[in-house]
């Protein structure tokens, strides 16, 4: 299989289908005065790598558990493939699970866990197990069928957890922090391979991760939830580039803020004065909504651009460099502007030398416009 | 530090360590060499090679009256014990609630209470409840005694039972009693077994309290007891001692293998992610 790229969305090769498959409406989960979730309502379409991104406590598990049937919502509706989840318990539920501790069955191999919910469906002996080798094939687990599960490693047992639901052929597969137990390097490996066997089998996945570049790197939309209200829904590209307040842009990797006075709002677009920028047009967010004469601005510290000799741009700042940071392949600088109340954080590549940048001297930034991104305050 | 030190090479320690395991084990050896000895007296040097002794055994009624008793009085204490055992070893392990702490050692304690003393208090309690005393009085006690040892190799058990195991089998389309059957069950099964090995081995070898809460019905420690007053019959219990050793300890043993095992099978999350 060749590789595919990796943060490239929409997926040309298979058209998003617009049918809903679960669909979320009003949901709220209180635990005496606590709301767990807090009128939440969603809709997650058939076909797609879904994600609901948080920090934790944010709902996001309370949610997924609410899908898969071990937690009822206290008010609100929630339906699966059209039919409505009221009163059906877990194990009569369309879905299946990929636990966090993957809850592998440790008095069982790994062909025996892989079989273990087609026994209700008390198949021929021959298509149990044609059905248990397709399963491990998807997940490169071919010939360790024999195998129990305390002879595996971290991310064996993940993959079998994966096979044992996806065996069932459900509508919807539920991941609950799937990777989070494993090391950095395997993590993106199977941040790879999860997106390729989604592709492959067509499944809705829904995922729950605290981990924004997870979800960035595996989704074609994400719900990005904080104290069990959901913040935004959007594709990965949305999400990052035109976050709907500073608490998602905050969660999304660095943002620089810079306080601003609206000077002319109207449908699309949107006038402002910043200290440091001067006037900035920008595109209005379909989310905003003024509150008083204030808004922010946010750029992401990549879209600011040293500067080199002579060179000039149409939009630029000038500074001081205050802090270095080196990183291997990027170095971050920290660049004081004069008039903003703090420094800019600007990631640059190496490959021109950024990190010999020596700490106080003057540089100028270029930016594009389009990169900053208004929020209400 | 040297590293040969670490291996005992004779010195001090290794002798201290020989004396120690001596001391505990060299009376218990000296039960079954006076067993298979002519001589009706315990006394060196031996006589004789004999299985006499053992051969009679079965030919005493109130020898076999007695084991039959222990064996009423073990089996129920042993069920009893673990019944109550696992419903508190779940909800110790399962869930978390005030007081939970202070109850288990309430459990607990009567592993360090002197026996003699919970005897004398559980005759006072039998005798105000108005039981006269039998060999169900006996099972009384021995409930009270053996739920402690049940409560350890349970709660070893039970010990990190990842609910998401259960939530895996009911995700997987199984009821709650094909859960029970299929997944519960065979984690836990090991642990319960050793518990009730545990507890039997323990009501067997039990005196005190039999002693006490017994009413005309002997046990074989209350028989062996009875027997010692009798310099003649001092053989008989030697066999019948030895016997009853050899059967503690293998089923003891028994009991520690499936423990472990049972420990084995619920902690094994962790450790191997890699």
């Known amino acids: 299989m060749p590789d595919q790229p990796r943060i490239e969305r929409p997926h040309p090769e298979r058209p998003q289908s617009e049918k809903p498959m679960i669909e979320i409406r009003d949901v709220t989960r209180s635990y005496g005065a606590f709301k767990a979730l807090d009128d939440a309502s969603l809709t997650i379409r058939e076909g797609e790598f879904f994600s609901l991104l948080g920090p934790s406590g944010c709902g996001k598990t309370t949610l997924l558990r609410m899908i898969a049937g071990f937690d009822n919502p206290t008010s609100g509706s929630i339906s699966v493939g059209g039919q409505s989840m009221e009163g059906i318990p877990a194990n009569r539920r369309p879905t299946n699970m990929v636990f966090q501790s993957y809850a592998i069955f440790p008095h069982l191999n790994v062909e025996q866990n892989v079989a273990y919910g087609l026994k209700r469906l008390k198949l021929q002996g021959a298509e149990e197990k044609r059905r248990v080798e397709e399963a491990l094939a998807q997940v490169s687990l071919n010939g360790l069928g024999k195998r129990r599960a305390t002879e595996l490693s971290g991310g064996q047992r993940q993959r079998v957890a994966l096979a044992r639901a996806l065996v069932m052929r459900p509508k919807v597969l539920l991941l609950d922090e799937p990777l989070s137990a494993l090391d950095k390097k395997l993590r993106e490996q199977m941040q790879v391979e999860l997106r390729r066997l989604q592709q492959a089998v067509g499944i809705t996945f829904v995922l729950v991760t605290h981990d924004q570049y997870e979800a960035l790197a595996m989704s074609d939309r994400i719900a990005v939830m904080f104290g069990g209200r959901i913040a935004q829904v959007a594709s990965p590209k949305e999400i990052y580039q035109r976050p709907v307040n500073r608490q998602v842009a905050d969660f999304l990797g660095g943002m620089n803020f810079v306080k601003a006075e609206i000077v002319e709002e109207n449908g699309a677009s949107l006038v402002v004065d910043t200290l440091g920028f001067g006037r900035v047009r920008t595109d209005k967010p379909k989310a905003f909504v003024r509150n008083g004469g204030g808004a922010t601005l946010g750029i992401r510290p990549e879209r600011l651009r040293v500067l080199w000799d002579n060179a000039t741009a149409k939009f630029e700042v000038a500074g001081k460099v205050v802090e270095r940071h080196y990183f291997g392949e990027i170095t971050h600088l920290i660049v004081e502007i004069p008039g903003l109340e703090k420094p800019l954080s600007v990631t640059e590549t190496n490959d021109f030398g950024a990190d010999d940048i020596p700490v106080g001297t003057s540089i100028r930034l270029a930016y594009d416009p389009e990169a900053l991104v208004a929020m209400a305050d | ?274």
């Open chain 2, 1 to 274: 530090m040297r590293a040969r030190s670490r291996f005992l090479p004779g010195g001090w320690l290794s002798v201290y360590a020989f004396l120690y395991i001596v001391f505990l084990y060299l009376p218990v050896i000296f039960l079954p060499i006076f067993s298979i000895n002519t001589a009706p007296t315990p006394k060196f040097p031996l006589t004789g090679y004999t299985l006499q002794w053992y051969e009679d055994l079965p030919r005493t009624p109130a020898l076999l009256d007695a084991a039959w008793n222990s064996l009423i009085v073990g089996i129920s204490a042993s069920v009893l014990s673990t019944v109550l055992g696992i419903l508190a070893a779940r909800s110790i392990t399962r869930y978390r609630y005030p007081g939970r702490r202070a109850i288990n050692g309430l459990i607990m304690a009567p592993l360090v209470l002197p026996e003699v003393i919970v005897a004398i208090s559980m005759l006072l309690v039998m005798l105000q409840l108005g039981l006269s005393l039998s060999l169900f009085t006996v099972v009384l006690g021995h409930v009270l005694v053996c739920i402690p040892y049940s409560m350890t190799v349970l709660t070893s058990g039970f010990e990190g039972f990842d609910r998401s195991l259960e939530e895996a089998s009911a995700d997987l389309g199984e009821s709650a009693f094909g859960t029970f059957r299929r997944v519960t069950l065979p984690m836990v099964a090991p642990a319960i077994i050793s518990s009730l090995l545990v507890c039997f081995t323990i009501s067997l070898d039990e005196f005190i309290i039999a002693f006490f809460l017994t009413g005309t019905e002997a046990t074989l420690p209350i028989y062996i007891w009875g027997q010692l007053r009798f310099a003649s019959k001092l053989p008989g219990v030697l066999a019948l001692g030895t016997l009853l050793l050899v059967a503690s300890f293998l089923l003891m043993t028994i009991a520690e293998i499936l423990r472990r095992r049972a420990a084995r099978r619920t902690q094994n999350e962790g450790g191997l992610y890699a």
